[in-house]
């Protein structure tokens, strides 16, 4: 195909509804292009991305944007729709410091409706969002764009069970990229949903219940009987008529990838004024042959080669290490069990499954961490060993399951805590600033922050086989850090290393690595400075309290939110103790940090090793 340039000629979205059919097709493939050629070079959600070009130029050409409104599921599918809203010129810094998030943000846009970043919540904020036109007397609709692995989560029906029957101009669109239809099957499916979304079908459907309504005696008969014989034949062709059972009316399934046919169908739902839930099938990583193949390796992916689809090499990471530890653990135990709530692939779990899948020891339970949570809590009281990989900022999901089912009756559960802290490209939905602080809230949890790969092996074996109750091991994005001189080689719960100081600095996890380069610089300007390495974090070490107290002044640093956080919980026990030396605590105040990378975040946070030896030297007195 040649090489078009509309993207930079036409205003958007208004002139989307100038374009003929062709016109459209060339402005998806441009579309794909600068996705892909983009996101070779930043990283970011491709696959998801590519299968809903458009669907998204559909949307745009039949809705009023921004007084009609789109919200999107996670944000994984909005791509598209920031190119068609302004934010072309900065589209390749996106997920870069100074950029476009990768999600929708309405502070960067007012064609973003509402924040995403985690699944399973367009439905309810796109209801509120409707029932607040509907209360002011705004007839405009509003849109939300779900992704059928949003799904899995049980928020998107409790959403559904409330909105169905309210009347609001809300449609729900479900983009089903896994639904497989039999050709003959489908050309069926694709008849009748031309069928049910032509104006002249709707009219003739309305005017043919009415006239049955004012047949005598029999009229409502007549009219229950061709409705049941409409919902027998939809069950026998989709499966499920759940949606309109929900109050919602169904069109679908339709081709996501027809725009003149996604056009109409939008169409016939805006006229409807009502409840509308619209079924469309599209290809997850349309266009670009290596993510069709393999949708879910190019789903959130890192640089690549455009060429060969090649992925840039990945070095070993916390997440492998686990994974591998697990697999060697659950080796030698058949009580090792692991849940993943859609993420397998990211915590590392991959080899995990591949072994022990068969053996009915792995479960992917979805986008459902309370559940996920509770399901463990179900597996240790029946006697199995559960160990829940999960990403910090989506564990907080599950807090009340955490107190409730498993902390109150003290389950032997074991939470691997992916991603904590600062995590950079994916901005403040992903952060996982939290885990520490609410985790040490949870009486009888016992938290490991591992600072290298052997402190994490080490804290696998302990929070399995040395540790009642509810215990979490929280580590990083990515590698391990450098130290040098390397640090001792036997893993401890924690590590007091002496400089000759006055001064003790105290920290936990990768933050550490940060703590000791600063130090290793201080000692060679003649400041030295005395550490105490954290593995253990709740509930606090008592030695490390009495320790502490031998110092005149003490820092406490911390990659995570300040209020109520390790830091606090330490110093508070060392005043409780009749410490009365010089305390201080350097942590994140915002923890609501948008996409930059770790590197730019630790830096603004105060967190890195250069602002430390400063803030550090600046206690000599």
């Known amino acids: 195909m040649a090489n078009f340039n509309l993207l930079h000629t036409l205003k958007f979205p208004q002139d989307l509804r100038k374009l003929n059919e062709e016109q459209q097709k060339n402005l998806c493939w441009e579309i794909r292009q600068r996705l892909i050629r983009t996101l070779s070079s930043t990283g970011g959600h491709l696959a998801s991305n590519l299968g809903a070009v458009e669907l998204t130029v559909a949307l745009h050409t039949v809705f009023d944007l921004p007084q009609d409104q789109i919200v999107w599921d996670v944000g994984h599918q909005s791509y598209t729709h920031k190119l068609l809203t302004g934010r072309l010129k900065n589209f390749s810094k996106i997920r870069q410091e100074g950029g476009i998030s990768g999600f929708p943000r309405p502070s960067e846009s007012e064609y973003d409706a509402f924040i995403g970043g985690h699944a399973s919540t367009s439905v309810s904020a796109a209801y509120g969002l409707a029932k607040a036109k509907t209360l002011t007397g705004d007839r405009h609709h509003v849109i939300a764009v779900v992704g059928d692995g949003a799904f899995t989560g049980g928020m998107v029906y409790e959403a559904l069970n409330n909105a169905g029957r309210s009347g609001d101009r809300l449609i729900v669109v479900l983009n089903d990229n896994h639904m497989s239809i039999s050709e003959s099957v489908g050309s069926l499916a694709r008849y009748l949903a031309e069928k049910r979304t032509t104006q002249g079908y709707a009219q003739l459907k309305d005017t043919v219940e009415q006239a049955l309504l004012k047949i005598p005696l029999v009229g409502n008969t007549a009219r229950d009987m061709i409705y049941n014989s ?64 393999n949708p879910s390796t190019f789903h959130g992916v890192g640089k690549f080669d455009y060429e060969s689809g090649e992925l840039k090499p990945s070095s070993e990471n916390f997440s492998s290490v686990f994974g591998q530890e697990l697999v060697r653990l659950a080796q030698e135990d058949d009580r090792i069990c692991a849940i993943t709530a859609a993420m397998q692939g990211g915590t590392g779990l991959d080899g995990f499954a591949k072994q022990f899948e068969p053996k009915n020891r792995f479960f992917d339970v979805g986008i459902a961490e309370e559940h996920a949570v509770t399901f463990a809590c179900g597996l240790a009281a029946g006697g199995m060993l559960p160990v829940f990989a999960v990403y910090s900022t989506f564990l907080q999901r599950g807090f009340d399951q955490l107190i409730h089912d498993a902390a109150i009756e003290q389950q032997h559960v074991l939470l691997a805590v992916d991603r904590a802290g600062l995590v950079g490209d994916d901005g403040e939905t992903h952060q996982g600033m939290f885990d520490a602080a609410f985790l040490s809230q949870i009486p009888g949890t016992t938290v490991y922050s591992p600072a290298t790969f052997a402190d994490l092996r080490y804290a696998m074996q302990k929070a399995l086989y040395e540790t009642d109750g509810l215990v979490a091991v929280r580590y990083p994005r990515g590698g391990e850090p450098t130290f040098s001189p390397k640090l001792p080689e036997e893993p401890a719960e924690w590590l007091h290393l002496k400089y000759g100081g006055e001064t003790l600095v105290i920290s936990y996890g990768r933050e550490f690595g940060e703590v000791y380069r600063a130090a290793q610089s201080l000692a060679e300007r003649g400041k030295p400075v005395d550490l105490l390495k954290l593995h253990r974090i709740a509930p606090l070490p008592e030695a490390c309290i009495a320790l502490a107290k031998r110092y005149r002044t003490i820092l406490f640093v911390e990659e995570g939110i300040r209020s109520g956080g390790i830091g606090e919980h330490f110093l508070s026990r060392l005043s409780d103790a009749g410490y009365i030396g010089r305390m201080t605590i350097q ?21 890195d090793s250069d602002t430390l030896e400063e803030q550090i030297a600046a206690l000599y007195f």
């Open 230 to 293: 409409k919902a027998l034949l939809r069950q026998t062709i989709y499966h499920s008529n759940m949606f309109e059972d929900f109050g919602f009316d169904y069109l679908g399934p339709v081709d996501g990838h027809d725009i003149p046919l996604l056009v109409q169908t939008f169409r016939r739902a805006k006229a409807l004024e009502k409840p509308v839930l619209v079924h469309i099938n599209t290809i997850k990583g349309k266009g670009y042959p290596y993510a069709e193949k």
């Open 587 to 607: 942590a994140v105040e915002n923890p609501f940090l948008p996409q930059m990378s770790v590197a730019s975040a630790l830096h603004r946070c105060g967190l």
